[in-house]
């Protein structure tokens, strides 16, 4: 380790931008082609020294992962003490670093963040890392490595992880020996944290039919294997399909969360028979979604508004059932969820819910407002969260009668069994399966909650999608001035109809969602506005949809 060194900090040829590139710290962190990422790994390094300095020597996270992104493109965000996405105002440091051009102006941006936040350098840090299975994690390693070095950090690395794993890792880091302490601060301990609360969350009941898992071809795979030897088959019996870390081309291809809820349909050659239960894990294995198909061989998906219909409708009866009515649930969702499912919400089951833009540090915040806030994102990205009071009223109410000991015992488990920093697919599988188990539910069972309304969401290349602001939880668009009017236009002629367009904050597109009463009405929707989008703004490519 060396000291706080500005001379080495601004000397590095690696300080040297991408020149013609403009980086965004956007929805999850840095992310775009791998081959542009060299310079921004090292200043991101710096960044996390800083932002421990600041926070008296806290341990900060790095993760490197695209997650659910193509092979060839990578990313990195940072991870507060508490395990939680950077704060918010951070990320404009990490997007002036990034696109500070040379060591020079590197300098002045450090200077500049060290002034505004009254930083001594000369304090400690701490900084953890990991990485995803993607191939250009290695040399991205090295540049981190070194923006770790010339800042001064004590930096330990982590290797292959999930992405949760790394928020669970920091956050046991900086609460050891504390009245607050999360857990043992190891893979191992992860593991076995997850499996006890499990083992108990299913305690009494029969084991369902065995679950197969699609790992999207990345690191879900072979964690998801490790952690299974913690929980004997009578408990759990899984199958894991899409498992090839090695091959290249593979992570995310075809296969995957994203994949499964974009195409709505089953990876190909998955051998998904009536009765069976499926799930996907995207690339760095923070979503999922689970699917089946009906008697009639019909798909149907059970996205992240299916689960967090399913979590809270399980969490609200055992608070009730334990007798603490004094614990109120909330739901966090965004624009893309079904319009059935905020219906179920708020109708059938009575819960308050928000809706807030996209991107995991949204949804976080917004779930704290809760006694338990549950969020989650269509896509299969989300949580549980429970508040410090809700956790004490937990641990400290006395049963009264068997079924509420057995109820405060269920709530108990399952604030070990969630993953509270992050969505975590391994986590958010145990609970669904932990819900699934306790009702001796099918997919199909579950599944009866509501009916999704047909949706459909579409990608639109577009010369610069930076030119799309949105407001109002991004449902409706502020510029291209006069756009939003004319998609107004077009949704007013259908059934149920409604339809938003947004710039995406990983990818280099713009997303259009749509959802009617039927599918070809939506099909038709999703299709119109996708041409306009690209008509008006510059598209690239072929016509979407047409
Ligand atoms: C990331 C974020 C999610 C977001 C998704 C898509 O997921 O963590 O909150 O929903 O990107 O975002 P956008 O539509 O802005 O591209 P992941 O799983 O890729 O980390």
Redesign the pocket.
Known sequence: MTSFDYSSIKSNIIAHKVESYTYTY???GFRTKAELLDSVMYKVGILATLRSKKLGGATIGVMITA???PEEDNGVKLVDPRGEMLEQSWEGYATSLANAKGGDALAEVVEEIVAANKIDTEAPAAVIYGYDTRPSCAELVKCLELGLEVSGAKATNFGLKTTPMLHYLVRCINTANTSDSYGEPTEEGYYKKLSEAFKTSVKGKSRLSPLTVDCANGVGAPKLREFLRYLPEDVLSVNIMNDDVTSLGKLNKDCGADYVKTQQRAPPGSKIAPGSRFCSY?G?A??IVYYFVDSNGTFRLLDGDKIAGLAAMFIMELVHDAGISSIKVGVVQTAYANGSSTNYLTKVLNVPVSCVS???KHLHHEAEKYDVGVYF?A?G?GTVLFSPEALNTIKTTEAKTPAQKHAIDQLQALTELINQTVGDAISDMLLVETILTNRQWTCEEWNQAYTDLPNRLVKVVVKDRHIFKTTNAERQLVEPVGLQGEIDALVAKYANGRSFVRA????DAV?VYAEASTRAETDELASKVAQLVYDRAGGVGGRPLS
Request: hydrophobic fraction near 10%; avoid cysteine; glycine fraction near 14%.
């Open positions: 956007g929805t999850a997650s659910h992104n995207d760095d923070d979503r996209t991107g995991v994102e896509n990205h995406s904050g990983t990818e997303r």
